[in-house]
């Protein structure tokens, strides 16, 4: 059965994310992803408020750069809150946004082998074990984690062949990128069965979900145009549109956002594209979105994109009362 998680943005404050992840954990949710952006809240702090204001919820730290945090640094906190929060706690890794790590003056140089290196040192000091790791960037040399050993699964985010390789390969789990079709999703997860194929195993498989719920279907499609175009408008999901078959000029899209000029956006964000690229529209309509999710192969959803508090509470109500 497909489980549903809920996507913080990384900006909430804390008295919002409390009511968030309180509202996840009697909404049935599964896990709150808590991202993680340089220059905005920190994600480790976050997910501890967050554990701490529910009985039950699954936290997941969403996704922490190795260029931006050393991978033993990154082991401690997943540890540490593994230790106040036993069961509850995953890792998800990431290179990091280009834009953010840019401007902290970071380079993310060969990303797909110091994602490799990250992997192996988090999941050998998770183990509790003493490690002795010499990489190309990374290095540990004979320490353990004080903590000892602690099972936090290590999930990978992905979108490049690659990458999405490795996550097959060496990690638990998968997540994909947000405003991505389930063509697109299948074709990622096509990708990560290669390479558990090669490690003989299965890894859990999510992604972000742009969601809207209304008792009209344009009014919830109006709620995700302008999320979704700040997405779409990138040239690297030429593929992704391709494969949903939208037809969207994604230049005349970036200009029009470039320049605010919100009435263009709506107008080339249409429907099609919305009803492509999310689950959204009357309940119905979302129910049949996350099953066609579902069957492109996710075991997970994280709801994404409400824009408040009540918003999110209207979609988990409606999707409670539909169970």
């Avoid at 976050?46 to 050393?70: N, Q, R």
């Avoid at 090669?198 to 890894?203: L, Q």
């Avoid at 080339?268 to 009357?282: C, E, F, P």
Wanted: glycine share 8%.
């Amino acid at each position: 059965m497909l489980k549903i998680g809920i996507a913080s943005n990384g900006w909430e404050a804390p008295d919002l994310l409390r009511a968030v992840a309180k509202a996840a954990d009697h909404g049935c949710s599964g896990s709150l992803w808590v991202a993680s952006h340089l220059f905005q809240s920190d994600p480790i702090t976050s997910s501890a408020i967050a554990a701490g204001a529910t009985e039950a919820l699954k936290i997941a730290l969403m996704a922490v750069s190795p260029f931006a945090m050393h991978p033993v640094h990154i082991a401690m906190a997943a540890a540490t809150l593994d230790q106040y929060f036993p069961g509850r706690v995953q890792l998800c890794l990431g290179v990091g946004a280009p834009l953010d790590l840019q401007a902290a003056g970071i380079e993310a140089e060969h990303p797909l082998p110091a994602l490799r290196e990250a992997i192996r040192v988090i999941r050998a000091l998770l183990m509790g074990e003493s490690v002795q790791f010499e990489g190309e960037r990374f290095m540990v040399s004979g320490r353990r984690l004080s903590s000892g050993k602690r099972h936090v699964p290590i999930v990978l985010a992905a979108s490049r062949p690659k990458m999405l390789e490795l996550a097959g390969a060496e990690a638990d789990g998968v997540l994909i990128s947000a405003a991505t079709s389930p063509a697109f999703v299948c074709w990622t997860l096509n990708r990560v069965a290669e390479g558990e194929a090669r490690s003989g195993r299965k890894v859990h498989k999510c992604a972000l979900v742009y969601t809207a719920v209304s008792e009209n279907s344009r009014t919830a499609h109006d709620k995700l145009r302008r999320t979704l175009a700040f997405v779409l408008r990138g040239a690297h999901h030429a593929h992704n549109l391709e494969l949903a078959g939208s037809i969207l000029d994604q230049a005349a899209l970036a200009a029009a956002y470039r320049d605010e000029n919100w009435g263009e956006v709506d107008h080339l964000v249409t429907d099609d594209i919305v009803r492509n690229h999310a689950a959204s529209g009357m309940l119905a309509e979302v129910k049949a979105a996350f099953a066609t999710y579902e069957a492109a192969g996710l075991d997970e959803i994280a709801l994404s994109g409400f824009r408040s508090l009540d918003d999110l509470s209207a979609i988990l109500d409606h999707l409670h009362s539909a169970r």
